[in-house]
């Protein structure tokens, strides 16, 4: 394939790429949690916890 070849279709694709990053994405909404949870799972990690624990000796 020739080097003008190669450059055409890496910008073709570049271009593409370019077009759906403009496109409304799913994951950048801030929908909240649903509403059958009462609140966030992370709060009861219990890494989180084990912080504020004196550690067992």
Known sequence: MSEKRVTKVLLSQLEDVLEERDGDDRRKRDRGLPAHVNED??????????????PKA
């Open 41 to 54: 799972r992370r709060k009861g990690d219990r890494r989180a916890a084990s912080k504020d624990e004196k």
